[in-house]
């Protein structure tokens, strides 16, 4: 009979982690790594799991995700961010489908994504894929960039079920993760050795962020999911402006950059 994991990292997560936990009690094992969180994640994952484990909290969330899917023992991995859910919808199709044995290695699902209350259908916010189910062994994270996504070996399939990502809720939530998306990016830069041209800033505080917006707001309609369609549209555009504004900082001061995380123990790529 396959059985099922899914792998967690968090950071000061206490208050999203029940209802992540409650949709996933089905699960043949759950892993939560813990990222040096200054709330009660700790104790809160430990009434779920006792597959608990602490590690340094690192700006490229692959580091951790990588560790916590190296625990895993079961036939099926799902990586699960804090603030998503898996309705029982889906977790009946997951069940079904590894049952079944699929010939491919991993499946890509659609996430819902909650925005200040409304869950978004334009704007390029869904079906939103996400590549998360997969064969234990035959697919990794790269550790490369914050944003990048499974390397899997073989064939990949569709789910049809959604998942659901409780994302923003509050106007401070919103610029919180833009603040460090865009850090995150701009030391990227940075270590890559990019310099702060004229040229650049062109593209950084005009043209990609106009760009965006209106590719988002108008032509993949997000004016069409009211005022929460605007402001995602808008904050995922004034990222480059941001970026850019923190890549000339630490283009100037690159003994500022913090060092990068070691590879988890195992890693080899």
Not at 106 to 114: G, I, M, S, V
Request: hydrophobic share 40%.
């Amino acid at each position: 009979m396959a059985s099922i994991a899914f792998s967690l990292i968090g950071h000061n997560e206490a208050h999203v982690l029940p209802r992540a936990f409650a949709s996933i009690a089905w699960a043949d094992e759950i892993i939560y790594v813990d990222c040096e969180s200054r709330d009660e994640s700790l104790e809160v994952a430990r009434k779920y799991t006792p597959n608990v484990f602490a590690r340094p909290n690192t700006t490229n969330f692959n580091v951790n995700k990588s560790y916590g899917i190296a625990q895993a023992t079961a036939d099926w991995v799902f990586y699960l961010d804090p603030d998503e859910v898996i309705p029982p919808a889906l977790a009946e199709e997951i069940r079904r489908l590894i049952e079944s044995d699929p010939v491919e290695n991993a499946f890509t699902l659609p996430r819902r994504n909650l925005f200040f209350g409304r869950w978004l259908a334009h704007g390029g916010q869904y079906p939103d894929r996400q590549l998360r189910l997969f064969r234990r062994g035959k697919a990794y994270f790269p550790c490369k960039h914050v944003h990048e996504t499974l390397v899997v070996e073989g064939r990949i399939g569709r789910l049809r079920e959604a998942m659901e990502h409780h994302t923003i809720d509050t106007a401070l939530t919103a610029l919180q993760k833009m603040d460090f998306f865009s850090t995150f990016n701009a030391q990227a830069l940075a270590r890559q050795g990019v310099e702060p041209t004229l040229g650049l800033a062109l593209q950084y505080m005009a043209f990609r962020p106009w760009s965006r917006f209106i590719r988002r707001y108008v032509f993949k309609g997000g004016f069409l999911d009211g005022w929460p369609g605007f402001i995602q549209a808008a904050v995922s555009s004034i990222d480059f402006q941001v970026r850019f504004i923190k890549l000339w900082h630490w283009a100037r001061h690159r003994e500022e950059l913090p060092p990068l995380p070691p590879p988890p123990p195992g890693e080899t790529r």
